[in-house]
């Protein structure tokens, strides 16, 4: 038998870099990063968006959505209820030429218009049923994603303090639990899922800059846990 110790070896040895490794699945080539819409937030934006649309157009047609007007039945008729629990929705606002429910209403379209848009992307370029976009249009959908997020979480703070700021002055007459049912629990989903959505879009995005960064180790879920020696 003929001895191949003293032979040098005659085909390299395989790459293994993480850009190589990331860029083959299953025996061919695919994304190094992409995204994958989350249900959740899939969800969110298919209940908050008509919402928020409704709630746009009564700020705008007021005084005609408003109680009395020739548009307030049927489609505005709650707001009877919620401009007594928040007057920044009732007569005193209006009266008053109070600007603020216009201004975040205004703020509104911007947040909707490209909420849409992600949806659009999502829905046009997702590949799957899953949706899952490729990394070009991943990484779009992400940071307007994200973008949007923090400003719908820093406008519904921003809300709040209003009326932290000015003594509760729109809302502190309400007893604690037409407060806690009418005002806190709907206005609060508009802090707790956004605030969601902003962990999940940043978590792709920083993931995939871990990718580019040559950091295979990197899950886009979770950091690595600490060992007991570090």
């Given at each position: ?12 040895p ?47 047609g ?85 973008a ?22 729109n ?40 990718i ?19």
């Amino acid at each position: 038998m003929v001895s191949t110790r003293s032979h040098k070896t005659e085909f390299p040895p395989p790459d293994l870099s993480p850009s190589k490794a990331l860029t083959r699945t299953g025996g061919r080539r695919s994304s190094k990063w992409h995204h994958t819409p989350d249900p959740i937030v899939l969800l969110w934006l298919l209940i908050s968006l008509p919402l928020v649309t409704w709630d746009t157009g009564y700020v705008f047609g007021r005084p005609y959505t408003m109680p009395d007007g020739w548009l307030h039945s049927p489609i505005w008729t709650p707001y009877a209820l919620y401009g007594t629990v928040d007057y920044i929705y009732g007569w005193k606002a209006w009266n008053e030429h109070n600007g603020f429910t216009a201004a975040q209403a205004s703020l509104n379209i911007v947040e909707s218009v490209g909420y849409v848009g992600y949806l659009w992307v999502v829905w046009k370029f997702g590949e799957g049923e899953k949706r899952v976009l490729p990394s070009a249009w991943g990484g779009v959908a992400c940071l307007v994603g994200f973008a949007l997020s923090v400003m719908t979480v820093s406008k519904t703070v921003l809300y709040w303090l209003n009326e932290s700021f000015s003594g509760f002055e729109n809302i502190g007459h309400n007893d604690p639990l037409s407060l806690l049912f009418l005002w806190i629990i709907p206005n609060g989903a508009w802090l707790v899922l956004p605030t969601y959505m902003g962990y999940v879009f940043a978590r792709d995005i920083l993931h995939g800059l871990a990718i580019a960064s040559g950091d295979a180790s990197s899950k886009p879920a979770r950091a690595a846990t600490p060992t007991k020696d570090e």
